[in-house]
């Protein structure tokens, strides 16, 4: 059964820094691409970063230069660190896993990231 729960979501200003957390549990996370989408109210799901077994990754357009997507294979987590946040980057922010390039098989709950001053 795989699972993912992410952590780190919640109100920040304009310019500032927040760092996601996913954890993860079932089995093969290390072989597994994981990838962090986004859904903004109103919006669709769009990608922001996915990262594959070797650490390559890949960026949304709108959070290239700004965020960074990592991974942990010991501790079965995933990070995204978001830097000069901006209020276009509000959205629930979601986990994934699943085979390179996008990532999408399995999906977590969720969580919210509001950038507002």
């Known amino acids: 059964q795989v699972q993912l729960v992410e952590s780190g979501g919640g109100l920040v200003q304009p310019g500032g820094s927040l760092r996601l957390s996913c954890a993860a549990s079932?089995?093969?996370?290390?072989?597994?691409?994981m990838g962090w989408y986004r859904q903004a109210s109103g919006k669709q799901r769009e990608l922001v970063a996915v990262?594959?077994?070797?650490?390559?990754?890949n960026y949304g357009d709108s959070v290239k230069g700004r965020f960074t997507i990592s991974r942990d294979n010991g501790k079965r987590t995933v990070y995204l660190q978001m830097n000069s946040l901006k209020p276009e980057d509000t959205a629930v922010y979601y986990c994934?896993?699943?085979?390179?390039?996008?990532?999408?098989?399995?999906w977590g709950q969720g969580t919210q990231v509001t950038v507002a001053s």
């Open positions: 994934t896993r699943g085979r390179w390039p996008n990532a999408n098989y399995y």
């Open positions: 079932g089995s093969a996370f290390s072989s597994s691409a």
């Open positions: 990262i594959n077994v070797p650490g390559f990754t």
